[in-house]
């Protein structure tokens, strides 16, 4: 069975940092892109970032480039974002899923078949 188990979210001032983790099982790691999203109340979920496991390659959304980082530690099958300097505006759930490529186009579509349950993001202004 496929399991994707966010951790790290919290509620941290404007300015600050968070740490999210996104930790896998049930499926051969190496061969899946992971990919970050989230949602604010109302709105639709959007694409944060995504990694391809196996060659490390990395996409951002325009929002989050140059503050946020996405890595993954293929030993612990478990991926990272790293947020920093973060604003009111990236308050959300946020979400890892797996699918088959890491794009910018998957990220976009949303093209990733599993997902875990969310962790929750707020920041304080």
């Known amino acids: 069975e496929v399991q994707l188990v966010e951790s790290g979210g919290g509620l941290v001032q404007a300015g600050g940092s968070l740490r999210l983790s996104c930790t896998a099982s049930?499926?051969?790691?190496?061969?899946?892109?992971i990919g970050w999203f989230r949602q604010a109340p109302g709105k639709e979920r959007e694409g944060v970032s995504c990694i391809s496991v196996i060659d490390g390659s990395t996409h951002y959304a325009d929002s989050v480039k140059g503050r946020f980082t996405i890595s993954s530690d293929n030993a612990k099958n478990t991926v990272y974002l790293q947020m920093n300097s973060l604003k009111p505006e990236d308050t959300a759930v946020y979400y890892c899923?797996?699918?088959?490529?890491?794009?910018?186009?998957?990220?976009?579509?949303?093209?990733?078949?599993?997902w875990g349950r969310g962790t929750q993001v707020t920041v304080s202004s």
């Open positions: 049930g499926f051969t790691f190496d061969d899946y892109a």
């Open positions: 899923a797996a699918g088959g490529v890491a794009t910018m186009e998957a990220l976009a579509t949303r093209d990733f078949g599993s």
